[in-house]
């Protein structure tokens, strides 16, 4: 499946962009799924939908979404429901763990008094990801787009699989399992369930789910949509967002450029706005394209609402009609003072703006994070860390043992050494041309001996 996930500055247009390539993919005749985390209403104002409600049944059957809502011929919306599936997994867990529970002396929890816990939101978004990942051939979708949110959140919640994978190796390693094959007898001796055996268990069960929601993140079949309605303050925000993406290799399809305001007017006051806009923007299209395509949107005037702005899935307008000439630029707002009379520009133009994702690719592509042999010439192997956005100021770089802490900003990743890396010290590092080049130099007592 086909993974798209929308993030971007704060008050960008996420949702707006979002729903538009949802949209452009169903219009492709793609089964589509667009998935919002975002907890207020402006999904169901932006869609003309009613209220987005979690489905029916026992509270630990249910799946990490709302009942999704056909919104058009191929296209279903669905929200996250942090609540509903935090409650669930924790009175799955009060169930299944009633034994020790009992042992102890403690009295579970009731449903009515659960609360959801900080953190728990991003949890339950990487849990909507896996599961619509694992839904059986032909009965799930073809194109998976999420509502993501804002792009410093966003890059947080995305490491975070490889982050508690780490963490549960480091405090429950596998080597430790010591007599295992004797636990089920113990337990059978004791009368209940040895409380280390649900320990390993609840970990191993862990470590698989996290296992598949990283993979999910790192196929070549997930990328990032970046919304950023151009200024100076968020050409600063998006090359943190950028670095931190870069960091924890995923993937930047498009850079969608928001609300521009037309370029020919005569008020001075829309002029000056207009001029500071365009001179971001060709920032934007000098730091990233042509490799990362950048993509114009206008500023409507006004927030599209509903269904009935949208023209229809098989309405032959494109973004050229609605915009003039195809160029986002020369739109002039439908707000007050422009043209009342003329048909509303909704989701359907801005999809034709946006763009469709790009089905999914029949080949991996190339891993950036390859290791040189400057061996015969220059003494050294060579790493190179792709970290587009990122500057040396807000670099860091530390070795322990079998591992390189890189830190970018306030983002932080730990990387595991390629076996040939584990027997060298580090030598250097630089950052050149969006890369980080670190040279490792063979160390005498673990470099293997010529003969």
């Not at 993919?25 to 869609?47: I, N, V």
């Amino acid at each position: 499946m086909r993974t798209v996930l929308v993030t971007g500055t704060g008050g960008a247009g996420r949702t707006t962009v979002a729903a538009a390539t949802a949209l452009a993919a169903a219009r492709e005749g793609r089964r589509t799924l667009l998935l919002t985390a975002d907890p207020d209403g402006t999904p169901e104002a932006l869609l003309g939908t009613g209220p987005l409600r979690s489905a029916p049944g026992r509270p630990a059957d249910r799946l990490p979404w709302s009942v999704p809502v056909e919104l058009a011929p191929g296209l279903w919306v669905a929200r996250v429901v942090t609540d509903e599936w935090f409650r669930g997994e924790l009175a799955a867990l009060q169930e299944r763990g009633h034994g020790l529970l009992d042992m102890l002396g403690a009295t579970p929890l009731d449903d009515e008094e659960l609360t959801v816990l900080p953190g728990v939101a991003a949890v339950a978004l990487l849990r909507a990801l896996r599961a619509a990942q694992a839904a059986p051939p032909g009965a799930g979708w073809d194109v998976l787009v999420v509502d993501m949110p804002p792009a410093p959140e966003t890059v947080t919640t995305l490491a975070l699989p490889e982050q508690l994978r780490r963490y549960l190796r480091r405090l429950l390693p596998a080597e430790r399992q010591a007599a295992r094959a004797l636990r089920p007898m113990l337990a059978q001796l004791a009368g209940v369930a040895m409380p280390a055996q649900k320990l390993y268990e609840t970990a191993e069960r862990w470590e698989r789910e996290l296992a598949a929601v990283q993979s999910v993140i790192e196929s070549e079949a997930t990328t990032v949509r970046l919304v950023v309605e151009p200024g100076p303050l968020a050409d600063r925000a998006l090359r943190t967002a950028r670095a931190g993406l870069a960091l924890h290799g995923c993937r930047v399809e498009a850079v969608i450029a928001n609300r521009l305001l037309p370029t020919a007017t005569s008020d001075p006051w829309l002029a000056a706005l207009s001029g500071q806009q365009q001179a971001a923007l060709k920032e934007l299209y000098e730091q990233w394209a042509p490799a990362v395509p950048v993509r114009e949107l206008p500023h409507l005037g006004r927030d599209p609402q509903g269904l009935g702005e949208v023209p229809g899935l098989g309405d032959p307008r494109g973004a050229g009609d609605a915009f003039g000439a195809g160029d986002a630029r020369q739109a002039d707002p439908a707000g007050p003072g422009g043209d009342a009379g003329r048909a509303p520009v909704g989701l359907a133009a801005l999809a034709g703006a946006v763009g469709a994702p790009e089905p999914r690719p029949d080949r991996p592509a190339p891993d950036p994070w390859t290791v040189e042999d400057r061996l015969a010439d220059d003494g050294v192997l060579l790493w190179r860390l792709p970290l587009p956005g990122a500057d040396r100021d807000g670099l860091g770089l530390v070795r322990r043992g079998d591992e390189l802490i890189v830190t970018v900003g306030a983002f932080h990743r730990v990387l595991p050494l390629p076996s040939a890396l584990r027997r060298c010290t580090v030598a250097g590092a630089g950052l050149r041309d969006g890369r980080l080049e670190v040279r490792f130099a063979p160390d005498p007592e673990l470099w293997p001996k010529r003969p």
